[in-house]
């Protein structure tokens, strides 16, 4: 056997014990690190948003009044309960916010605030009740005791096509109980809510929000309970004026 055999015989036997990642230059120390959620969003949801109420004035404008539980899929259970809503008891007991949990408070009047508070979590401000929701991409930190917000898991979901564009879906859960509607209408801490953040640009320019909420409570609900919200972006230098919880 020629030296040249012998060292192509060499070369071939190493290649056949290499990875081929590793015979293409890539490999997890050379490979570059994917984009956070934050560089690379399907759509550009920050900014200040308002509200823009068409639809079900008289239920997110005022309070309904007790026993106006227009097209809620309420459970008998729900019903008992929110037929006994006393919005003094909630008062006495330091309870006004059980209308500004994640499943309610997006209906409420008033204004947003999106910002990302790191490379991993969109925060979400809201005028009504000075709440916060944080829509976490990675793995969110433990918490020990249900929250008005709860927990929310999120993703950007991009379309398959160009221009490339796409949504955000936001699913929370561990929610402490509260109301659908400030009249009392119930919502369990089983509940989970799945929304759908769509962008869009209007031809006068102007920017919408469309969140779709699908909201299912094996307790309080006969079947799932969906609802369309929209916002409008206002210009940069919008105020911001959070209010307090109110029970009735």
Not at 70 to 87: E, H, N, Q, S
Request: glycine share 6%; proline share 9%; charged share 20%.
């Amino acid at each position: 056997m020629t030296v040249r055999a012998f060292i192509l015989i060499a070369v071939f036997a190493a290649l056949a014990t290499t990875p081929l990642h590793a015979q293409r230059g890539g490999g997890a120390r050379g490979a570059p690190a994917p984009p956070t959620p934050k560089a690379d969003p399907a759509i550009d949801i920050t900014g200040t948003w308002t509200a823009v109420i068409t639809e079900d004035w008289n239920l997110r404008m005022v309070t309904p009044k007790k026993g106006d539980y227009t097209r809620v899929p309420m459970t008998p259970a729900a019903r008992k309960i929110a037929d006994a809503w006393d919005p003094s008891k909630d008062e006495a007991g330091g309870e006004q916010c059980r209308g500004y949990g994640a499943p309610s408070v997006m209906r409420l009047p008033g204004r947003l605030r999106i910002s990302w508070q790191d490379d991993q979590t969109l925060k979400m401000e809201l005028e009504a009740g000075n709440q916060t929701r944080l829509f976490h991409f990675a793995a969110a930190p433990p918490t020990s005791e249900p929250a008005w917000q709860g927990q929310s898991a999120a993703q950007w979901q991009y379309t398959v096509n160009p221009p490339r564009t796409g949504e955000l879906k936001v699913v929370t859960n561990r929610l402490r109980a509260g109301y659908l509607r400030k009249n009392g209408v119930p919502y369990s801490a089983n509940t989970t809510m799945t929304e759908f953040y769509h962008r869009m640009t209007a031809p006068n320019g102007d920017i919408w929000l469309t969140v779709v909420a699908e909201i299912t409570d094996p307790e309080n609900l006969r079947e799932p309970f969906v609802q369309r919200t929209h916002f409008k972006r206002l210009a940069p230098n919008a105020t911001f004026e959070p209010e307090a919880c109110e029970a009735r």
